[in-house]
C-alpha cells in the first residue's frame, strides 16, 4: 500500500478534473479524494496499490482532455488506509 498526494497547476479548474480523477481511480481500485483549492490549483490524495498509485499520478500530469497542467508535485505520505474516493469541497 502507498499513498501520494498531488498538487496540480494550470487551467485545473472548471474542465471536469475532479470528476474525472474520481472515476479513474474507482476504474484502478485507488482510495483518496480530490478538491479544488482558492487557489485555482488542485489537490489529491492516491492511496493503494503501488502500481495503481503511479497510474493516477501520471494520469494527474496531463488530466482530462480540456484541462492544461503545468505543474505537478508529488509528495511521499503515510497510508492512512482510505477506502473509497470522494469529491471533497474547496477549504
Same mark, same amino acid.
Given at each position: 500500500?502507498?499513498? #501520494?498526494? /498531488?498538487? @496540480?497547476? +494550470?487551467?485545473?479548474? $472548471?474542465?471536469? =478534473? ?6 479513474? &481511480?474507482? %476504474?484502478?481500485?485507488? &482510495? ?10 488542485? !489537490? *489529491? /490524495? =492516491? !492511496? $493503494?496499490?503501488?502500481?495503481? @498509485? *503511479?497510474?493516477?499520478?501520471?494520469? &494527474?500530469? #496531463?488530466?482530462?482532455?480540456? &484541462?492544461? @497542467?503545468?505543474?505537478?508535485? @508529488?509528495?511521499?505520505? %503515510? *497510508?492512512? $488506509?482510505? !477506502? +473509497?474516493? !470522494? /469529491?471533497?469541497?474547496?477549504?
Amino acid at each position: 500500500m502507498t499513498r #501520494k498526494r /498531488v498538487v @496540480v497547476t +494550470g487551467e485545473v479548474q $472548471g474542465v471536469f =478534473f475532479r470528476d474525472t480523477c474520481r472515476r479513474t &481511480a474507482l %476504474e484502478y481500485r485507488v &482510495a483518496g479524494w480530490v478538491r479544488n483549492l482558492p487557489d485555482g490549483s488542485v !489537490e *489529491a /490524495v =492516491f !492511496e $493503494g496499490e503501488p502500481h495503481h @498509485v *503511479a497510474i493516477l499520478v501520471e494520469w &494527474a500530469r #496531463k488530466g482530462p482532455p480540456a &484541462a492544461t @497542467v503545468r505543474d505537478l508535485s @508529488v509528495m511521499n505520505e %503515510e *497510508a492512512e $488506509g482510505l !477506502e +473509497g474516493f !470522494e /469529491v471533497r469541497p474547496t477549504p
